[in-house]
């Protein structure tokens, strides 16, 4: 651990005596690596400066939502254009159209969609919906799978849960609890199994497209498609948590990617340029039974806010315009392939994830097919790793459980220079 500069010590003191922790979200605090945050004074395109005036290249975007970098002017030009007009109406407004009209043509599977203002949100709905539509109470979720922190959801699950060593939360019932039944991912006969005994009683299986809040894991040949068919023979739903992977890794996700049609899906992060921001929609048969048109209750005092829309649609414009998946891919593959022959060179036993822009490096000498596998890698020399970068001025997810980013914004020269650093920590751990 290196002490962080002495500004972000004094203002962290002053945060922990008002906050719970000193942060707004676990991962922050960086107690997984044991140590302390450093507190930002701003940042621009790859890079971030703390209030010490240190800098760094960062990896992790807000965790997913500055896909094209920080501040990016077609942003923030939007944002100040938009405000002027009103920042929030609680009325019906043109962005929120547009955006729904946006991700409807992006992925296929989508006919109808709902905004709302996170994540959780979005995937807290899509169960509901699913309860109500098949009027079943059962969800099956997979160990290690985050997605968001709501009641069903919050058992087994991956992210800030799980770095700290609490994957249930105090304060879940017992009996909500209950309804989620947990399996272990990439295990197609426990699907089975589950399936043929309790087929009758699951409303839907949520499932994270590509499990990126435990690492980052990629699903067995035939594994996505066991969970559409199955869920398809016994009448359950299946949604795609997309949150992390939807509007990055291409214009329809992972579904696209993978060529599935998943009956609901779900999204955050890209889609509101940074702002706060969710999504749920799916086949129009299911999306009717919300209110106002239908028995499933769902709403939300800010949900498709006009600074969220039209700071998401500027994003998704622009990334279109550049070619920005291609482009990511591109960048993606330019630092796998650097890293690959770094640490063959060393000779770090390690397995390097990677799809587009998105990447998980493990300090593991096994595969790495789901969170147990994960859990096994070695998370000692992850910490010295993690704090020799952040000491050289390259700012890595303070957990060896988040997956990095890389953004429009880095440049070849950026992902070289951070392999320069890679090379001189590791040569002194
Ligand atoms: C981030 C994330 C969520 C939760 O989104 P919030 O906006 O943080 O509530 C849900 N699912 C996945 C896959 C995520 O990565």
Redesign the pocket.
């Known amino acids: 651990m290196i002490p962080q500069g002495p500004l972000s010590q004094k203002i962290f003191t002053v945060a922990k005596q008002y906050i719970p922790g000193g942060v707004n979200?676990p991962v922050r605090a960086f107690r997984n690596v044991g140590g302390e945050p450093f507190f930002v004074r701003r940042a621009a395109g790859s890079r971030i400066e703390d209030i010490d005036g240190k800098h760094y290249i960062d990896y992790i975007g807000s965790?997913?939502p500055n896909i094209l970098g920080h501040a990016p002017v077609v942003i923030t030009n939007t944002i100040h254009e938009v405000a002027k007009s009103g920042v929030s109406f609680g009325i019906p407004n043109m962005f929120e159209v547009e955006m729904a009209r946006t991700i409807c043509e992006w992925v296929p599977s989508v006919e109808k969609v709902r905004m709302c203002s996170?994540?959780?949100?979005?995937?807290m709905s899509a169960i509901r919906l699913a309860r109500g539509f098949t009027k079943r109470d059962y969800i099956v979720k997979f160990n290690g799978?985050?997605?968001?922190?709501s009641d069903s959801l919050l058992v087994a699950a991956g992210?800030g849960a799980l770095t700290h060593g609490e994957p249930d939360s105090a304060g879940v019932p017992k009996s909500f609890a209950e309804k989620t039944i947990v399996l272990s991912y990439n295990d197609p006969e426990a699907l089975e199994t589950l399936f043929a005994a309790r087929g009758e009683q699951i409303a839907a299986i949520i499932v994270?497209s590509y499990p990126?809040?435990a690492g980052l894991v990629f699903p067995k040949p035939g594994y996505l498609e066991l969970l559409s068919s199955i869920t398809k023979k016994h009448g359950a739903l299946l949604i795609f948590?997309?949150?992390?992977?939807g509007f990055r890794l291409g214009k329809a996700g992972v579904q696209g990617l993978e060529n599935l049609t998943p009956d609901l899906s779900?999204f955050?992060?890209v889609i509101g340029g940074g702002l706060?921001?969710?999504a749920f929609g799916g086949r129009a048969e299911v999306m009717d039974l919300l209110a106002p048109i239908g028995p499933v209750y769902q709403a939300g005092t800010l949900s498709g806010n006009p600074l969220a829309m039209a700071a998401g649609l500027a994003q998704l414009r622009e990334l279109e315009r550049r070619s920005g998946f291609a482009r990511l891919e591109s960048l993606g593959a330019h630092f796998e392939n650097g890293l690959r022959q770094l640490l063959e060179a060393k000779g770090v036993p390690h397995r390097f994830n990677r799809v587009g822009s998105m990447f998980c490096l493990f300090f593991a000498d096994r595969d790495i097919v789901n969170v147990d596998d994960v859990m096994k890698q070695d998370l000692e020399f992850f910490r010295k790793f993690f704090w020799g970068c952040l000491d050289k001025g390259i700012y890595l997810a303070p957990s060896p459980y988040e997956t990095g980013f890389i953004s429009l914004a880095h440049t070849e020269p950026d992902l070289d220079d951070t392999l320069t650093v890679f090379e001189e920590v590791l040569g002194e751990i």
């Open positions: 979200s965790w997913g996170s994540g959780t949100e979005a995937t799978c985050y997605h968001g922190h992210s994270e990126a809040n948590d997309e949150v992390m992977t779900c955050g992060k706060p921001v969710g």
